[in-house]
Nanobody, 120 residues
Framework: QVQLVESGGGLVQPGGSLRLSCAAS????????IGWFRQAPGKEREGVSC????????YYADSVKGRFTISRDNAKNTVYLQMNSLKPEDTAVYYC?????????????WGQGTQVTVSS
């Protein structure tokens, strides 16, 4: 069974850090591009970051550039999103997704999401 499971969300104060994990089962992550997306209440889902399968190229939304870092550990079949200098506007449910490339319009596999709340 193909599955993606996110973890690592929680409540953090502004300026704090969290590391999200996206663990895969039923397939090998290193053959896929992995994207992180988020959706805040009342807002559309937006792409946050992506790491390609081919050469490990990384991409970031302007809103998180310089604060978030995506990485992958193929031995653990896991992709991470390190989030630093968190802001209240980063509050959202974060999802990871897998597909053939970062430019895919419709990702094939999705996790269930993990809540990130940035608040004092």
């Amino acid at each position: 069974q193909v599955q993606l499971v996110e973890s690592g969300g929680g409540l953090v104060q502004p300026g704090g850090s969290l590391r999200l994990s996206c663990a895969a089962s039923g397939f090998t992550l290193d053959y896929y591009a992995i994207g992180w997306f988020r959706q805040a209440p009342g807002k559309e889902r937006e792409g946050v970051s992506c790491i390609s399968s081919s050469d490990g190229s990384t991409y970031y939304a302007d809103s998180v550039k310089g604060r978030f870092t995506i990485s992958r550990d193929n031995a653990k079949n896991t992709v991470y999103l390190q989030m630093n200098s968190l802001k209240p506007e980063d509050t959202a449910v974060y999802y990871c997704a897998a597909d053939s490339s970062c430019g895919s319009r419709s990702y094939a596999y999705w996790g269930q999401g993990t809540q990130v709340t940035v608040s004092s």
